[in-house]
């Protein structure tokens, strides 16, 4: 494992509302995942981890605290200190519990608009996403259009889409919910491959019991805080 942070956060807080709408739907969290590691966020719903997990994609800003991903300052409390949306699609994939994949791009061309979108020219952008597609074994569904996939083939080249940037972190929200048991374990272990094999750091949020042998560590939320 790398020993380099993919991600570190600081005394995160986010408050919704004031006064006596006040909702803290998340304090004082502190993590740091290292480069390669894989790691799981467990607790019931309403705990906080999607509120998390969406302030370190830096798609829902803490209230207060500190966000540096691959060693860059990205947040201070609410204040970007980079241009978040420039620095989200260069440094951060996403997987979520659908794959979200464009219905009427096959699967290489789902994952090549990913690199297309930062200026990668097309064939570089076919043949990395060719690349990735045979990596996560769905070489042979390459032309194939979304719904002619299964619900783990879908996810396969969702993750592929999310690897096509090499992000330093990917953050996958309950990506195995849709899945039969299997198909689950194979999506758990194929986030192992990754961090283990492409160095990203990993983090999941699941309810998912069965596969949690595939994480390096896991977390519990719960009332907003976080503990291992």
């Known amino acids: 494992m790398n020993?380099?942070?993919?991600?570190?956060?600081?005394?995160?807080?986010?408050?919704?509302?004031?006064?006596?709408?006040?909702?803290?739907?998340?304090?004082?969290?502190?993590?740091?995942?290292?480069?390669?590691?894989?790691?799981?966020?467990?607790?019931?719903?309403?705990?906080?981890?999607?509120?998390?997990?969406?302030?370190?994609?830096?798609?829902?800003?803490?209230?207060?605290?500190?966000?540096?991903?691959?060693?860059?300052?990205?947040?201070?409390?609410?204040?970007?200190?980079?241009?978040?949306r420039a620095f989200?699609?260069?440094?951060?994939?996403?997987?979520?519990?659908?794959?979200?994949?464009?219905?009427?791009l096959n699967a290489v061309q789902n994952v090549q608009v990913a690199l297309e979108i930062n200026d990668v020219p097309t064939r570089h952008a076919r043949h990395r996403a060719r690349e990735l597609l045979d990596y996560l074994g769905v070489a042979d569904r390459a032309e194939n259009l979304p719904d002619a996939l299964s619900g783990g083939q879908q996810q396969r080249v969702a993750v592929a889409r999310a690897l096509a940037n090499e992000p330093a972190l990917i953050l996958a929200d309950e990506p195995t919910a849709a899945l039969d048991s299997h198909r689950g374990r194979q999506v758990m272990e194929l986030f192992r491959k990754v961090a283990h094999e492409r160095g990203a750091g990993v983090i999941v949020v699941t309810h998912d019991q069965r596969a949690l042998n595939a994480f390096d560590r896991t977390f519990e939320m719960e009332d907003g805080q976080l503990s291992t």
Do not use: W
Request: net charge positive; charged share 15%.
């Open 3 to 84: 020993t380099t942070s993919a991600i570190e956060v600081f005394n995160l807080t986010k408050v919704y509302g004031c006064g006596n709408t006040e909702v803290v739907a998340m304090k004082d969290v502190n993590l740091r995942v290292a480069k390669g590691e894989v790691i799981a966020l467990l607790g019931p719903s309403g705990a906080g981890k999607s509120t998390l997990l969406t302030a370190m994609g830096l798609i829902n800003p803490p209230t207060a605290g500190r966000i540096v991903i691959g060693g860059v300052p990205v947040l201070d409390g609410p204040q970007p200190l980079v241009n978040l």
């Open 88 to 104: 989200r699609r260069h440094h951060l994939g996403f997987v979520f519990q659908k794959a979200n994949l464009i219905p009427f």
